[in-house]
């Protein structure tokens, strides 16, 4: 799920040639938008899904569980790329295994167990706060503009 909204790219990677301070304060803005689904995704994992997530798996030495719901709380976040090619400029993200695991489980195996005790938490809570979200962007997106075209005239 997406929200469009042209220029983004663009503005980001200006503030960055103009002044890196601008940039930070832009990411700072982002930040306070997502705020409020990334405080209701981090408090809305279980403390344990299944209890088969208890358990140590590590396959081909790569850790997945057990489960650490501080962790996978903490592995949610806003991130943020410029580079050419990339579909999305601005999105959240989970980068715990585990967390990732819990929320897009493949559908034949794991996601209708998960389903039926936890229902998953990013879509759903980007989907209730979608609305602000895009205006949220559009006023930090706007704050930005308006610097670049201070700076540049």
Do not use: C
């Amino acid at each position: 799920m997406s929200t469009d909204i042209e220029g983004v790219a663009n503005a980001i990677k200006l503030l960055r040639k103009i002044d890196p301070e601008y940039r930070k304060e832009f990411n700072k803005g982002m930040r306070e938008v997502v705020a409020p689904i990334l405080s209701e995704v981090k408090a809305g994992y279980p403390a344990l899904p299944v209890s088969g997530m208890a358990r140590a798996w590590n396959p081909k030495g790569y850790a997945i569980f057990p489960w650490d719901r501080a962790k996978v709380a903490r592995g949610v976040k806003l991130k943020t790329s410029t580079r050419r090619g990339q579909s999305s400029v601005l999105y959240i993200s989970q980068g715990e295994p585990a967390g990732v695991l819990f929320e897009v489980p493949s559908a034949k195996t794991l996601g209708p167990l998960f389903r039926a005790s936890s229902p998953r938490l990013l879509w759903p809570a980007y989907e209730r706060h979608a609305g602000r979200i895009a205006q949220g962007v559009e006023d930090v997106l706007g704050i930005a503009v308006d610097r670049i075209n201070g700076e540049i005239q």
